[in-house]
């Protein structure tokens, strides 16, 4: 096939803490059905790019079950299809290390150009444009960016074009530019460009943004061209932007519509029955997935397959993984719940006006979101206030938990 797609999809997701404690961030459920790879996967089967590499490193077991032979996204194929590659002797240090550890597997591949993706972001793209702009120009290289807010140019690499959509400079996470062109780490290369460059910058932490992509500019003056994406592009990597993100998919006006039946996002779904609504129950703005039972109320939150809301319990404003359960009168207010939750009766998680940031990690969890581990259970009649951590064995010795505790 003429594009060789590899997925970076090693990350470990720190600062989603608990949620990425036992699986990589592109592994990390969302929108109810999903993982955070389906839509980079669903990218590409759209785009007609079959022939794909995964690049996995940490906790890489949750996704290696999820992607199987790739079916879902129609990868299953004879002459072409998904490859996990895994590190053999030691880990990646960097992303352009990452690739140049599997060059081999690029080599043998018959493929004109190589796109390297990241398998950790949430946008809808067709890179089939990215491609004929690509070949039209004739680059070595071809960048997808987007337009960010001033504010926020020292979380990307930054880059100046000229009238072309040349790009004539190139920054990796400036402390200070007037620049608001970023790069989405969305690369093609000719693949020739992109072996040479791998071999001639010697590092052992290569990285794309920091080390390849300045030394084609500055160094080897190679034609490096900028193709600006227009659409909606999210990273969920924190907490806040992971919830916010969730909730706003329940809006009307959501800028990511699931429903488009011209680009459907694809997944690994798990055979649960239908939806199960009672006489009393009562949900708005909501995502309710396949086998969950609901008897309570449910207000602008998005529920993973099995979820189960028992009568009198109220869910407002949070995420819940798949076959957790709130029994009778809880309360669930601004929280996210791994896998296999359970909140016995009469409860309240995340409750009360203290927004004290978590202790322990202040600078993760700090605008009144509680997190609770997968398989984590609490008990009757407690109370849990806001940014919370609550871990899967946790030792309840009071019945209020205090805003900003982690408890172990």
């Known amino acids: 096939m003429e594009t060789l797609a590899l997925i970076l999809a090693g990350g470990k997701g720190s600062r989603l803490d608990l949620l990425s404690q036992k699986r990589s961030k ?14 980079t996967l669903s990218n590409c089967a759209q785009s007609g790019i079959y022939d794909i590499g995964i690049l996995t490193q940490y906790l890489p077991f949750s996704l290696n079950e999820h992607i199987g032979v ?20 030691q880990w990646y240090l960097g992303t352009a290390d990452a690739v140049l550890r599997n060059i081999e597997f690029v080599k043998r591949k018959n493929a004109k150009y190589v796109l390297i993706l990241s398998g950790d972001h949430i946008y809808k793209m067709d890179y089939r444009a990215m491609i004929e702009k690509h070949a039209k120009t004739n680059a070595d290289l071809t960048i997808a960016t987007i337009k960010v807010d001033p504010s ?52 052992p932490d290569l990285d794309f943004g920091k080390d390849i992509i300045p030394y084609l500019i500055k160094v080897k003056k190679s034609k490096v061209v900028s193709h600006t994406f ?48 009672g006489s009393k129950a009562k949900i708005e703005n909501s995502l309710i997935s396949n086998g969950c039972i609901i008897e309570g109320t449910v207000i602008n939150s998005v529920l993973s397959p099995g979820v189960i809301v028992e009568a009198g319990a109220i869910i407002e404003d949070s995420v819940i993984l798949n076959d957790s359960v ?35 990690k202040p600078d993760v969890l700090f605008s009144g979101i509680t997190v609770l581990e997968k398989h984590s259970v609490v008990p009757k009649n407690m109370i849990i206030g806001r940014n919370v951590r609550i871990y899967k064995d946790a030792n309840f010795s009071n019945q209020v938990v205090k805003s900003g505790s982690s408890i172990k």
């Open 326 to 360: 709130i029994k009778k009168n809880s309360i669930i207010n601004k929280c996210i719940f791994d896998k296999k939750v359970v909140i016995e009766e009469n409860s309240k998680v995340g409750f009360g006006n203290d927004y004290t940031p978590n202790i322990e």
């Open 70 to 89: 790739g079916k879902p996204w129609d990868l299953d194929r004879r002459d072409s299809g998904v490859v996990l590659l895994h590190p053999h002797n």
């Open 26 to 39: 592109p592994a990390v459920p969302f929108a109810g059905k999903y993982r955070i790879i389906d839509f």
């Open 230 to 277: 227009e659409g909606y592009w999210q990273d969920v990597g924190t907490y806040d932007s992971y919830l916010e993100t969730s909730i706003a998919l329940t809006k009307s006006d959501t800028k990511l519509d699931l429903y488009d039946e011209e680009w459907k996002i694809y997944t690994r779904s798990e055979e649960k029955p239908p939806v199960k609504i």
């Open 152 to 203: 926020e140019t020292n979380r990307f690499g930054m880059m100046e074009v000229d009238s072309n959509d040349s790009i004539i400079d190139f920054e990796e996470k400036p402390l200070k530019t007037n620049s608001t062109l970023a790069s989405m780490g969305i690369y093609l290369f000719n693949k020739q460009a992109l072996i040479d460059a791998l071999n001639e910058v010697v590092r």
